[in-house]
């Protein structure tokens, strides 16, 4: 259930064109295998290369658990995001991220390492901390999904515990301050 936010100002509207609340948000989290000696990433074969199965023979099936929660979507404004991630600056920043990033998964970061990655992750992040401070919420309560694509750039910051503490109100009250 999303309900637009109030006006976010003018500084964060030239930013934030689209802010949401998500009021009620439902998540199914299914436990697909284990990666302990690898770090998950690069694409999808190359996880399931790494991954140690839950079972020795397939049983069409997985454990899984259905959550329920609250948060706020943000919707970045693409022509400001546009020139920001052609700025000297970004790339010299990102070029150690990429590099770190192939030599530790020995794959080219390529668009899992990309200036519009990276700032929606840190934004994320910036804010789950400081909502962690003000809504009451453990810092590992909260989490963000990235939406990211060459025609879009938003993130999800949400919580959806396996308690009852996914309703309570703190985080889309967020919105309101």
């Not at 920043?93 to 794959?107: A, E, N």
Request: hydrophobic content about 40%; some cysteine; glycine content about 10%.
């Amino acid at each position: 259930v999303c309900v637009p936010a109030t006006a976010p100002g003018t500084t964060a509207g030239t930013w934030f064109p689209m802010i949401q609340q998500v009021t009620r948000l439902r998540e199914v989290r299914a436990l697909q295998g284990f990666t302990r000696l690898s770090p998950p990433g690069g694409s999808a074969e190359q996880l399931q290369e790494r991954m140690a199965p839950l079972s020795q023979s397939d049983l069409g099936w997985l454990p899984a658990i259905e959550v329920t929660g609250e948060g706020v979507y943000f919707d970045l404004a693409s022509t400001r995001l546009s020139t920001w991630e052609q700025s000297p600056l970004v790339e010299q920043r990102l070029r150690p991220l990429i590099d770190r990033h192939k030599k530790v998964l020995g794959v080219d970061g390529g668009d899992a390492v990309s200036p519009r990655k990276v700032l929606l992750h840190t934004l994320a992040h910036v804010l789950i901390d400081q909502w962690a401070l003000e809504c009451g919420y453990p810092n590992a309560s909260l989490a963000e999904r990235l939406y990211v694509s060459a025609e879009m750039a938003g993130f999800l910051v949400y919580t959806a515990p396996t308690d009852s503490a996914g309703s309570l109100g703190g985080v889309v009250a967020m919105t309101e301050n």
